[in-house]
């Protein structure tokens, strides 16, 4: 057996694009890997200072994330028209709405439209507990030290 660690959203399927050949892949969080994959980090004195950029910058990156998620034909288009290279990998619209509706799969798991965007603390300190135990991390930090709530709507 062949193995490799991959970006499920996009590797597998640029795999099957150039062989032919539909990779089986295995999930971490099928084995209790329940971490936050993409976390948004801010400054502690951009929070302090400028908590109004913040919150607009959040505000508008889930607004964008919703309007894709609704209509991800429409995103792959804008995305090939827009980003893709002329000719290169990514200038592949059935490609890109493929791997847009992966992502779609993992932004949305387990959420309604509403909690995009939102932190679960249960889920956050339950991770920091596993990342102690398999020595990750030194000390597990309290939720409120590590999230600024103010930012979850």
């Known amino acids: 057996m062949d193995a490799v660690q991959c970006y499920i959203v ?13 990779p089986n892949t295995m999930k971490f ?12 980090f801010a400054h502690n004195k951009l ?7 913040v919150h607009t ?10 309007l894709a998620l609704d209509d991800v034909e429409k995103a792959a288009e804008i995305i090939v028209s827009n980003y ?7 200038d592949d619209l059935d490609y890109q709405i493929a791997s847009l509706k992966q992502v779609a799969n993992y ?5 309604t439209d509403n909690d995009l965007g939102k932190i679960d603390g249960d889920r956050w300190q339950s991770m ?3 990342f102690e135990k398999y020595g990750i991390i030194n000390d597990v930090p309290l939720f409120s030290n590590s999230v600024d ?5």
Not at 29 to 40: L, R
Not at 47 to 53: A, G
Not at 84 to 90: D, L, N, R, S
């Open 10 to 22: 996009d590797e597998p399927i640029g795999f099957a694009a150039k062989t032919g050949i539909t």
């Open 29 to 40: 969080s099928d084995y209790g890997y329940d971490a936050y994959v993409q976390v948004i």
């Open 47 to 53: 929070l302090q200072y400028h908590p109004e950029i």
């Open 57 to 66: 910058f959040l505000e508008v990156t889930f607004a964008g994330w919703r």
């Open 84 to 90: 893709a290279e002329t000719g290169g990998e990514y």
């Open 107 to 111: 932004v949305t798991a387990g959420i």
């Open 128 to 130: 920091a507990t596993k």
């Open 149 to 153: 709530d103010r930012f979850i709507n």
